[in-house]
């Protein structure tokens, strides 16, 4: 179980490290960035507890605790792959509405284009 709570630390580790790179070097905007460190400190906190991974195991009725590891870390991105799923949700909606919107713009343009040409006529 060390090795596997070592690996997850590693990971977390690496996980929040990327992710401050990432946000260093405007690769990944700030309000993103959240759910992956929020991610990665949820993991490296039941990285640094094994008490904690042990009672939860006990708990979900799992007798193996880096079952438990696993179940966690699987639950934890599955939550950051749904928020952004909605982020992008509202992003498609937002896009659909900008694309509307400019349809309607240029239509008006056309009109006036139009109207300007055969008032010159």
Avoid: C
């Avoid at 094994?50 to 193996?64: K, N, P, S």
């Avoid at 605790?65 to 909606?93: E, G, T, W």
């Amino acid at each position: 179980m060390d090795r596997v709570m070592t690996m997850l630390t590693a990971f977390s580790l690496l996980i929040i490290g990327l992710v401050l790179y990432a946000v260093r070097r405007q690769h990944i905007r700030v309000e993103y960035s959240v759910s992956w460190l929020g991610a990665a400190i949820v993991l490296l906190i039941v990285s640094m507890r094994q008490d904690f991974v042990a009672w939860l195991a006990r708990a979900m009725g799992i007798g193996y605790p880096p079952v438990a590891i696993l179940m966690i870390v699987f639950f934890v991105f599955l939550f950051v792959a749904y928020r952004f799923s909605l982020r992008i949700s509202s992003l498609k909606d937002a896009n659909i509405a900008l694309a509307q919107r400019l349809a309607i713009v240029e239509y008006r343009v056309r009109a006036i284009s139009n109207e300007q040409e055969t008032a010159t006529r």
